[in-house]
């Protein structure tokens, strides 16, 4: 596979892909209604495998909901297994096709490099172990904490348990939009861990992983943990079913394994591949001032001026903005 057909690759070892990530049609004036029902079409596909996974949770390992009335240390531990179980099986496949068979080598990887295994940032000294702790010993728990107490909630009817079968429509309507709260949800938090402190105390281990792979999605403070998987809370407010809370978190929870990859695009066969959107967080990776929303779906980052496509201009814009900071920082001491 040549991948200097799709882009070029530095002699720092950097490949950029000749696509530049572009916003959502449904952003775009005038309207081009192929071009929005094709994005409309990849964003029920993508969404349409974490609801896959949410009913197969639900129908087949999830405790019964009159068990879930009370807490009890049986079946809390029950979902930690099955969402333990989900995580190693999600982002571990990643890791293993791409960073242990190395499949596609380093083809399409934004970073020349692989993962440290020998450095002193990490935890254990190996980026890839420091990844697994922070997922498995924190994102996991987590992750199961809130769901533990949303079925809690539902199962004592504290919150009002909308039935498919009474309001179908209503229900989906609600299910297609929680992937755009998602993201809203995550650009405020995101916005919020980059300021000083915050930063330092917190996000810092997730930018640990300037070179991202699979593992390093969830690879997140305990706090920061707490503060993304709360956009589950919308549930609390907004009449809802258990199955679109735990789809909720199923996005929390998954999604940031193919987020992470660290490759532009997928081979699938020979001379077949598929692009992994990957390229707008990574570069909020390398350059961490830039792109705080997950991707371009939803334009925050172009309207607040933060936005950058890997271009050599955008590259310039964000070093006047940074220099432009620190001069008004400068002025006000
Ligand atoms: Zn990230
Ligand atoms: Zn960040």
Redesign the pocket.
């Known amino acids: 596979m040549n991948d200097t057909l799709y882009g070029t690759r530095d002699k720092r070892g950097y490949w950029t892909p000749d696509r530049r990530p572009k916003r959502a049609p449904i952003f775009i004036w005038p309207a081009q209604p192929k071009a929005i029902l094709l994005w409309l079409f990849g964003y029920l596909k993508y969404n349409f495998a974490f609801v896959a996974i949410s009913l197969v949770a639900w129908v087949y390992l999830t405790p019964s909901v009159e068990a879930m009335r009370e807490f009890g240390v049986g079946w809390v531990s029950l979902i930690l297994l099955r969402n333990a179980a989900l995580a190693l099986l999600v982002y571990g496949g990643w890791h293993a096709l791409l960073y242990i068979r190395r499949r596609q080598q380093a083809d399409f990887k934004y970073n020349a490099k692989w993962p440290d295994t020998n450095s002193s940032t990490f935890l254990f000294g190996s980026q890839t172990a420091e990844n697994v702790f922070w997922t498995m010993c924190s994102g996991v728990p987590v992750w199961t904490g809130y769901e533990a107490f949303t079925w809690w909630m539902f199962a004592n009817g504290y919150i009002p348990y909308v039935e498919f079968r009474a309001h179908p429509v209503y229900l989906i309507a609600l299910l297609s939009l929680l992937p755009v709260w998602h993201q809203l949800h995550f650009y405020v938090i ?1 916005r919020l ?2 300021m000083g402190p915050l930063y330092r105390v917190i ?1 810092k281990v ?2 640990n992983n300037v070179n991202p792979g699979p593992w390093s999605g969830l690879s997140m403070h305990t706090f920061e943990h707490i503060i993304y998987f709360s956009s589950v809370l919308i549930h609390l407010l907004v009449p809802s079913n258990p199955m679109l809370a735990i789809f909720q978190l199923m996005l929390s929870a998954l999604s940031p394994a193919d987020g992470h990859l660290g490759f532009d695009r997928i081979v699938t066969a020979k001379e077949k591949h598929i692009d992994t959107n990957n390229y707008y967080h990574y570069l ?1 990776h390398r350059y ?1 001032e830039v792109n ?1 929303g997950s991707s371009l779906t939803i334009p925050l980052d172009e309207w607040f001026g933060t936005a950058h496509d890997g271009s050599q201009e955008a590259d310039e814009a964000m070093y006047k903005r940074i220099k432009a900071r620190k001069y008004a920082r400068g002025l006000s001491h």
């Open positions: 995101h861990i980059h996000h997730h930018h909020h961490f705080y």
